[in-house]
């Protein structure tokens, strides 16, 4: 199957910096995005990688590495509205742009 | 900014019903899909729709469930006999292309709840 494994809950402090890890299978990868999604939200488009590096926009990048199947989400400055779910999100060739989440990472940012 | 619309924001069924829900992807974009996600899992593919047909569908998206293109502007998704288990947020999508960078862009959702 096409796991997408990322951690359930994490909790940080405001101010601070959080990291979100992804892994997933590395065959067939085409492309990995990150949303955000508020409870009872759509998700909403964070980022996008699909070569091996860094890409910043502004508090938030993202990692990626195509050998290692891993991919990190980095928020800085935390802020109280960062509180929310972190979907890990694998494209996969072969499909129609079809996206395979993960199940989310459950961010709380606490003062 | 562009974005997708979806109508209805909530729906309450009875199971057995016929249940549409209604999508206006954004304007340029040329490649539609219905997501659906019950409470507290992840987000599951249902279809993509380039075309006016059907490009790939998953295994949740069986013969209770279809998709159309009724005109230029709504994406419409069908359930003829809803059960209980079709209780979920339904999240229509669209992306311009299915190339590198073709960000796929979601809709608020559609809440079904099936009574």
């Known amino acids: 199957g096409q796991n997408i494994d990322q951690p359930t809950e994490m909790t940080a402090t405001e101010g601070a910096i959080v990291q979100i890890n992804c892994t997933y299978q590395t065959s067939g990868f085409n492309g990995l995005f990150w949303y955000q999604q508020h409870a009872g939200e759509a998700p909403t488009f964070l980022s996008y990688?699909?070569?091996?590096g860094l890409e910043e926009k502004g508090r938030f990048s993202s990692f990626l590495s195509r050998s290692k199947g891993y991919s990190y989400l980095l928020l800085k400055e935390l802020q109280m509205k960062d509180s929310a779910s972190y979907l890990c999100a694998v494209r996969f060739s072969g499909g129609y742009n079809k996206l395979i989440f993960g199940a989310g990472t459950r961010l709380a940012v606490h003062p | 900014e562009p974005e997708v619309t979806q109508t209805p924001s909530h729906q309450v069924t009875q199971m057995g019903q016929e249940v549409i829900l209604r999508c206006v992807p954004i304007s340029n974009h040329l490649y539609f899909y219905w997501y659906r996600q019950i409470l507290g899992q992840k987000v599951e593919f249902l279809v993509s729709?380039?075309?006016?047909?059907?490009?790939?569908k998953s295994e949740i998206f069986d013969d209770q469930f279809s998709v159309e293109r009724p005109d230029g502007s709504n994406f419409t998704l069908k359930i003829r006999s809803t059960k209980l288990e079709d209780s979920a947020m339904y999240f229509c999508?669209?992306?311009?292309?299915?190339?590198?960078?073709?960000?796929?862009?979601f809709g608020e959702g559609s809440w079904l709840t099936v009574v």
């Open positions: 729709f380039y075309n006016n047909e059907i490009s790939e």
């Open positions: 999508a669209s992306s311009g292309g299915t190339g590198r960078g073709n960000t796929i862009y």
């Open positions: 990688n699909v070569l091996d």
